[in-house]
């Protein structure tokens, strides 16, 4: 669908000066036409809100497209040309095509904070990830077998301890009452045992330990950060009632996740929307008689994804529901993982029901009948 062009592509700044600049020129627009202003702005991580959030609190409407979904109409057009011209002309053409087929809203300002403080924790978490990532391959080189005796090596104790022997020589002269502090007795004679037998790469041993100790103290920082975030996440979360904290395996670490990235439930009329929203949806391949599911889409959140994986992992346990499901799946076959996905799946049908009719979740009765009839072959 076309529509007739009534100005050229303009280019603005961000700013509230730019912003009433531009707001004024499309009333202009609008005067003159007698017709609505409806706005289409593309999805560009964060650097779209500012405008989005000047424009709604406005009480204009406004439309926010996913990148894909404007990669599928510019991949329609015979030359390849991008500019910011076509990019605006483009977002325009398709505005005019679905903006009344589907009127999806932002997240709630009341969850916003919500989920960038999930957001944030995430962020964290792949940060100590690279950093025990790193300190393993350190002590590997200059203190073979040090990690094999810790569960966790970003863990209080083992950081205090490296921070003061990260060497076989120094832990060797490290007296044991001193040793102790860290670890119990049992570790103590397993570390010595260790430093006694261990050949270290010499060559670069200054650089290496240099960075263990900048390592140390990384992961302590992130760590207490990490703590701080999770306070903030507690905070916000108990201030929102919602029906999500009643099932079993959506705790206080996937349930603000889940709450946060799905945002109002209204944007979902179904949910298998959610199911794709989250990228959980099986891919499918079909050509003549041919049909087959390969692995999940893992479009859309994949923060969701994860916070879905994991709560479906810990309710093939606790969940009545799930646990039921998840057997079903595996008496058809299913490995365990791709059992727990479809566990995932169920798991947004619950979440939809749940939020969608704002009530709590309860256990139907063949479900108990179910998990008795199992408890008892067990």
Same mark, same amino acid.
């Given at each position: 669908?076309?529509?007739?062009?009534?100005?050229?592509?303009?280019?603005?700044?961000?700013?509230?000066?730019?912003?009433?600049?531009?707001?004024?020129?499309?009333?202009?627009?609008?005067?003159?036409?007698?017709?609505?202003?409806?706005?289409?702005?593309?999805?560009?991580?964060?650097?779209?809100?500012?405008?989005?959030?000047?424009?709604?609190?406005?009480?204009?409407?406004?439309?926010?497209?996913?990148?894909?979904?404007?990669?599928?109409?510019?991949?329609?057009?015979?030359?390849?040309?991008?500019?910011?011209?076509?990019?605006?002309?483009?977002?325009?053409?398709?505005?005019?095509?679905?903006?009344?087929?589907?009127?999806? #809203?932002? =997240?709630?300002?009341?969850?916003?904070?919500? @989920?960038?403080?999930?957001? $944030?924790? +995430?962020?964290? *978490? &792949?940060?100590?990830?690279?950093?025990?990532?790193?300190?393993?391959?350190?002590?590997?080189?200059?203190?073979?077998?040090?990690?094999?005796?810790?569960?966790?090596?970003?863990?209080?104790?083992?950081?205090?301890?490296?921070?003061?022997?990260?060497?076989?020589?120094?832990?060797?002269?490290?007296?044991?009452?001193?040793?102790?502090?860290?670890?119990?007795?049992?570790?103590?004679?397993?570390?010595?045992?260790?430093?006694?037998?261990?050949?270290?790469?010499?060559?670069?041993?200054? #650089?290496? =330990?240099?960075?263990?100790?900048?390592?140390? @103290?990384?992961?302590?920082? $992130?760590? +207490?950060?990490? *703590? &701080?975030?999770?306070?903030?996440?507690?905070?916000?979360?108990?201030?929102?009632?919602?029906?999500?904290?009643?099932?079993?395996?959506?705790?206080?670490?996937?349930?603000?996740?889940?709450?946060?990235?799905?945002?109002?439930?209204?944007?979902?009329?179904?949910?298998?929307?959610?199911?794709?929203?989250?990228?959980?949806?099986?891919?499918?391949?079909?050509?003549?008689?041919?049909?087959?599911?390969?692995?999940?889409?893992?479009?859309?959140?994949?923060?969701?994804?994860?916070?879905?994986?994991?709560?479906?992992?810990?309710?093939?346990?606790?969940?009545?529901?799930?646990?039921?499901?998840?057997?079903?799946? &595996?008496?058809?076959?299913?490995?365990?993982?791709?059992?727990?996905?479809?566990?995932?799946?169920?798991?947004?049908?619950?979440?939809?029901?749940?939020?969608?009719?704002?009530?709590?979740?309860?256990?139907?009765?063949?479900?108990?009948?179910?998990?008795?009839?199992?408890?008892?072959?067990?």
């Amino acid at each position: 669908m076309e529509g007739t062009e009534l100005i050229t592509p303009t280019k603005y700044g961000h700013g509230r000066e730019e912003y009433a600049r531009f707001l004024g020129e499309a009333k202009t627009v609008a005067s003159v036409t007698g017709g609505r202003l409806l706005f289409g702005i593309e999805s560009t991580g964060i650097y779209h809100l500012p405008l989005y959030d000047y424009l709604t609190k406005r009480n204009y409407q406004v439309r926010v497209f996913n990148g894909l979904e404007l990669c599928g109409m510019r991949k329609s057009r015979i030359r390849k040309t991008k500019t910011d011209p076509i990019d605006a002309r483009l977002i325009a053409g398709y505005l005019l095509m679905c903006f009344d087929k589907d009127k999806r #809203s932002p =997240v709630p300002f009341e969850l916003r904070n919500l @989920r960038e403080f999930c957001r $944030i924790r +995430e962020r964290l *978490l &792949r940060k100590s990830t690279r950093i025990k990532n790193q300190l393993t391959r350190d002590l590997d080189l200059v203190f073979p077998g040090f990690t094999g005796v810790f569960s966790d090596i970003l863990g209080k104790k083992c950081l205090m301890l490296l921070e003061q022997a990260c060497t076989p020589t120094e832990l060797m002269n490290m007296p044991k009452e001193v040793l102790r502090k860290y670890v119990p007795e049992k570790k103590v004679v397993e570390l010595k045992k260790i430093s006694a037998c261990a050949i270290p790469a010499s060559n670069f041993n200054k #650089s290496i =330990v240099f960075e263990i100790g900048s390592l140390c @103290r990384q992961a302590k920082c $992130i760590l +207490e950060e990490m *703590l &701080r975030v999770e306070k903030e996440i507690d905070s916000e979360y108990s201030q929102i009632k919602t029906p999500l904290q009643s099932v079993p395996c959506i705790g206080p670490g996937t349930g603000p996740v889940i709450l946060a990235e799905i945002g109002d439930i209204k944007n979902f009329d179904h949910p298998k929307r959610i199911v794709g929203f989250a990228g959980i949806d099986p891919v499918i391949k079909e050509s003549g008689k041919s049909r087959k599911e390969c692995r999940i889409s893992k479009r859309g959140s994949a923060s969701l994804r994860c916070a879905l994986y994991q709560a479906a992992f810990a309710g093939i346990t606790c969940n009545p529901v799930l646990k039921v499901y998840y057997n079903k799946k &595996r008496s058809e076959g299913k490995t365990h993982r791709d059992a727990v996905v479809c566990c995932a799946r169920k798991l947004c049908y619950i979440i939809y029901s749940v939020l969608s009719n704002n009530r709590v979740f309860y256990v139907p009765s063949h479900i108990i009948a179910s998990n008795a009839q199992m408890n008892k072959q067990d």
